[in-house]
């Protein structure tokens, strides 16, 4: 009996122990983590909220770095060069004004949000201006993919501009700032394009993408002054203290419904952005499914899907039948797609085979095209191949007669000047050429031996030259 009592007080300890060691584990993982993302140490909040106030000014030569950087973002997008737009983005001023409007809010101060929603309209209006300049050049107004991304509203540009918010505000309330030009890009990434964009639908006279983008615009500017918001709040910055009890709480209350419609704004945007991005998906996957199963849809998946007004185009190649239809409405309603209607537009035989016709007459002009432009090259490449053989003649033809002279009058140091030709011959019954040389001898030599020595040259020219034959004139 003893002993189970002991053998139950040794396990109870055990236990107790085990439970300090796991205890003692917790603790310090929670320590590690609280140490890790601690944000609250060293946050130098009257420097932080002096910067802001600082950058909020949109004049002089921020506004100047403003348009050339806004300049270059639109090169950017419309060369379709991402690069040349981070570039604009290193140096882009935007992010003052949007973190004052977050600051304000978040500590009550009624002349710094005035203030910062005076130079955000001032930023807004330069940026627009600049764009719409640059694209009314009728050489930049082509739709490129990079304008096109910024003409509707993302989800995932919501959490560009959240995540950039929070960075650039835990930045900025840090006391070194050098962080603060990298966490502005974030910014930029969210803002600039959307701006450049909409100038270039005021410069095309298409309001869908000005309208498109500058929404796009206002949810991520909404986004980064909440984060500030949000960061500010969690920092506890101090509150702006008013003498006046009354304006006091006037101005509470004000940044109060700001905040709330801030907040309820970003949320409800960013309900729709995720409702519209789940039906866009949904839709999506529908008509893969279709197309999967042997369905010939024209034209691309995006255009043929309308979330405003609930409705899924199909342009069918081939007639279908109403059942068939039937049975696409209810596998619509398995997907979560049953109020959304469903249009099919199907085209006659005429039109089909117009369309056909057209196609063939297409293809049969760019088979044309191709095989005149494969004829011209094939031309072009044996005029290259003619020219390169008359080339390579003239060059087998030529002799290195310099080097062959001087070596001729070490040789043979009587020789007082050699001069030569090629002559073209025939019998007329074959045509050859024949190297001439002309030698004149310096001194009078006997007959005989100015033989011997014209031969001895005759030989050594042959070998030298590599020729068959050549003639050797006396002069």
């Not at 000005?210 to 986004?223: E, K, P």
């Not at 034209?299 to 068939?324: C, M, R």
Request: glycine content about 6%.
């Amino acid at each position: 009996m003893e002993e189970n009592k002991k053998v139950e007080v040794d396990l109870d300890v055990k236990k107790e122990e085990t439970q300090k060691k796991v205890t003692g584990i917790l603790g310090g993982i929670k320590e590690f983590l609280i140490d890790l993302l601690d944000i609250k140490h060293d946050t130098n909040k009257e420097g932080t909220v002096q910067a802001i106030k600082d950058n909020i000014s949109m004049k002089g030569h921020t506004a100047w770095i403003l348009v050339f950087s806004i300049l270059i973002a639109s090169i950017g997008l419309n060369a379709n060069s991402t690069a040349v737009v981070i570039g604009a983005m290193l140096i882009s001023p935007l992010m003052g004004p949007i973190l004052g409007v977050g600051l304000s809010i978040g500590i009550n101060d009624i002349d710094t949000l005035r203030r910062s929603m005076v130079n955000l309209g001032v930023m807004v209006g330069l940026s627009l201006l600049t764009s719409f300049l640059f694209f009314s050049i009728p050489l930049f107004q082509d739709a490129t993919t990079e304008i096109l991304a910024r003409t509707r509203p993302d989800v995932r540009d919501v959490f560009i501009a959240l995540a950039g918010g929070l960075a650039l505000i835990i930045a900025v309330s840090r006391p070194s700032a050098q962080t603060n030009t990298v966490a502005g890009v974030a910014i930029a990434t969210a803002l600039m394009p959307p701006l450049c964009t909409a100038g270039y639908g005021l410069a095309t006279g298409q309001f869908s993408y000005f309208l498109g983008a500058m929404f796009l615009f206002t949810i991520n500017t909404i986004f980064i002054a909440l984060a500030t918001f949000v960061i500010v709040k969690f920092l506890s910055f101090p509150m702006v203290k008013y003498i006046n009890s009354a304006k006091r709480k006037r101005i509470s209350q004000f940044a109060s419904v700001v905040a709330f419609i801030i907040l309820a704004g970003s949320i409800y945007s960013f309900y729709n952005l995720f409702r519209e991005n789940e039906f866009k998906k949904t839709a999506q996957s529908f008509i893969h499914e279709l197309k999967e199963g042997g369905v010939s849809i024209i034209g691309e998946d995006d255009k043929n899907i309308d979330y405003t007004n609930k409705k899924i185009t199909l342009p069918l190649f081939n007639p279908v039948s109403d059942a068939q239809v039937g049975i696409w409405k209810n596998r619509m309603g398995e997907l979560g797609l049953g109020e959304v209607e469903l249009k099919i537009q199907q085209q006659d035989d005429t039109e089909m085979l117009a369309q056909v016709k057209n196609l063939q007459d297409l293809y049969s002009q760019n088979q044309k095209i191709i095989t005149s432009r494969d004829e011209n090259i094939k031309e072009k490449e044996d005029r290259i191949r003619l020219l390169e053989n008359e080339l390579n003649k003239f060059y087998k033809d030529q002799i290195p007669f310099k080097s062959v002279s001087e070596e001729a009058k070490i040789n043979y140091d009587g020789i007082e000047k050699m001069s030569y030709a090629k002559k073209v011959v025939t019998d007329f019954s074959k045509i050859d050429s024949i190297a001439f040389f002309s030698i004149k001898w310096k001194v009078k030599m006997p007959k005989k031996e100015l033989n011997m020595q014209e031969e001895k040259l005759k030989l050594w020219l042959k070998t030298r030259l590599a020729l068959d034959t050549l003639k050797i004139i006396r002069e």
